[in-house]
Each structure stands twice: as structure tokens, then as C-alpha cells.
């Protein structure tokens, strides 16, 4: 299974999270790693798409918000987990986020495998992994 983090999540998390998981057979990309790091949605998404197999992390919910980002991002049929904001801010440290990560991960993996292509989540850093649309 093949994991992308968006620019909104630092690149740092990714790369460590691949280190850990690599040998459970987990491929996980930060975008930086895969296109250039100012690589809008409008491009990466429809590539991703093109590749298949891809599942999503992003702290952008706006990929779903604004209508034409929304267009491409269910063209592209990805599953996504959008990061509640809660990720996002300073109340918590990298090293939190990392050990919250791999404290869901069996959760994502089973909820990304189990929805249908395109499926978009919300992932808060406590409680309950909830479909957002």
C-alpha cells in the first residue's frame, strides 16, 4: 500500500514513518520526494490518480472545500485522510505527531483498504477516523 503526505505535513514525518514501516511493506512519500515541493494539488493529484494505488494524507482540507479543487481531486479517485487541525498547529511536537501516526496506523491502513477508491477522511489527532463526505 502506498502512502503520499502533501505538503502540509512535514516532510520530516513521512520520511520517518517510512523508515519504520518499510519493512511491513508500506511505500510512504512525502510530495517533495515524488514532484517539485511547489507542485500545485491541480497536478500532483491527477498524477497520483493516473498511478493508482495511492492513499493520501493531507492537512488540507480545502482540497474538498473549494469546488474546483474538489473536481479534480474526485477525478483523481484517491482516498484521503485529511488532518484535522488540530495537526497542524504547535500544541503538539513532531515527535507526537510521529508516535500519534503510528499509534493509528493500523486504523488507516484498515479504513484506506476497506473504502472504496475516492473515499475522503477525517482524521483527528483523538477519536473516531470519520468519512468526511
Known amino acids: 500500500m502506498k502512502f503520499?503526505?502533501?505538503?502540509c505535513i512535514a516532510w520530516r514525518l513521512a520520511d520517518a514513518l517510512a523508515?519504520?514501516?518499510?519493512?511491513?511493506?508500506?511505500?510512504?512519500?512525502?510530495?517533495r520526494s515524488k514532484f517539485a515541493?511547489?507542485?500545485?494539488?491541480?497536478?500532483?493529484?491527477?498524477a497520483l490518480g493516473r498511478e493508482g494505488g495511492w492513499v493520501v494524507i493531507s492537512g488540507d482540507v480545502r482540497i474538498?472545500?473549494?469546488k474546483a479543487r474538489r473536481a479534480v481531486w474526485a477525478a483523481s479517485k484517491l482516498t484521503t485522510f485529511f488532518l484535522h487541525s488540530s495537526?497542524?498547529?504547535?500544541?503538539f511536537t513532531e515527535r507526537q505527531k510521529a508516535a500519534r501516526f503510528l499509534e493509528r496506523?493500523?486504523?488507516?491502513?484498515?479504513?484506506a483498504s476497506q473504502a472504496p477508491q475516492g473515499t475522503a477522511f477525517y482524521l483527528p489527532f483523538k477519536g473516531k477516523?470519520?468519512?468526511?463526505l
Open 64 to 66: 474538498i472545500t473549494n
Open 4 to 7: 503520499f503526505f502533501d505538503n
Open 105 to 111: 496506523w493500523d486504523d488507516l491502513v484498515e479504513k
Open 87 to 91: 495537526w497542524m498547529g504547535k500544541s
Open 129 to 132: 477516523i470519520d468519512r468526511a
Open 19 to 31: 523508515t519504520l514501516l518499510e519493512n511491513d511493506g508500506f511505500e510512504i512519500v512525502a510530495l
Open 37 to 46: 515541493e511547489d507542485t500545485p494539488d491541480e497536478v500532483w493529484m491527477p
